[in-house]
């Protein structure tokens, strides 16, 4: 079982939407990532958050709004998707943002843009 | 700048055989990580096992060791035994740096392997 949960698996929402998808860690982790995957390509970074705070933001539409609720939460706030924005969504947390620890990842959310 | 590259789009294995994955990497930093990551079809990125740049010796985690030469910037996986829940995606990754010291994790475009009975 990962030690980094998402919720919900899935989600089907229409383009004028609102929705948010949700991580949670309890390793004591104090970075936490939020990546974007399409089929059959590697994850792509959105987000890193260090110490609860923003520290990265891969130049991502404002549609995407992260939030870092505590040390152990991750949302990822959505807004006025477009189709293309239908991917699995991988949030990820490790030890500490400049560190070789490895990152541990959730389940992901498997999201589809109608 | 940094590369990951995985040559391999499909590798497929029998049962119980050993399989190696290949990857190669371009990097100038001299202090870096490199990670190896299973990707079922359910979804979820799987830590594997971890190299550092520093590290004398390959890694080993039970049957996954990495076959590590520096000089030719390759970080091969080798899986031994293989087994049908092996089937999966395999990512290469490779720890860099943004401005300011922030990780990056530069993936692979992946491996595909299928353990055949």
């Known amino acids: 079982d990962t030690e980094v949960t998402q919720t919900p698996k899935h989600l089907v929402m229409g383009m004028t939407n609102k929705k948010s998808l949700k991580c949670e860690q309890h390793?004591?982790?104090?970075?936490m990532y939020w990546y974007k995957q399409k089929a059959k390509k590697p994850p792509e970074l959105m987000f890193v958050?260090?110490?609860?705070?923003?520290?990265i933001n891969e130049s991502v539409p404002s549609r995407f709004s992260p939030e870092c609720p505590n040390s152990s939460l991750l949302n990822l706030h959505l807004h006025a998707l477009q189709p293309e924005d239908s991917a699995l969504y991988l949030c990820?947390?490790?030890?500490?943002?400049?560190?070789?620890?490895?990152?541990?990842f959730g389940d992901g959310t498997r999201l589809s843009i109608l | 700048a940094q590369k990951i590259t995985q040559t391999q789009p499909g590798m497929f294995v029998q049962e119980k055989e050993a399989v190696t994955l290949d990857c190669t990497y371009d990097?100038?930093?001299?202090?870096?990580?490199l990670f190896w990551y299973k990707q079922p079809s359910s979804g979820e990125m799987i830590f594997l096992i971890y190299?550092?740049?520093?590290?004398?010796q390959n890694a080993t985690e039970g049957r996954y060791s990495l076959n590590f030469q520096k000089a030719r910037k390759s970080a091969n996986l080798v899986i031994s035994a293989s087994q049908l829940g092996d089937s999966a995606m395999y990512f290469c990754?490779?720890?860099?740096?943004?401005?300011?010291?922030?990780?990056?994790?530069?993936f692979g475009a992946g491996t595909r392997l299928a353990v055949h009975p």
């Open positions: 990820a947390s490790s030890q500490d943002s400049t560190s070789n620890q490895p990152q541990h």
């Open positions: 390793m004591g982790h104090r970075a």
């Open positions: 958050y260090s110490y609860e705070k923003l520290s």
């Open positions: 990097t100038s930093d001299p202090s870096y990580g």
């Open positions: 190299q550092g740049s520093y590290d004398q």
């Open positions: 990754a490779m720890r860099g740096l943004f401005s300011g010291g922030y990780n990056k994790l530069i």
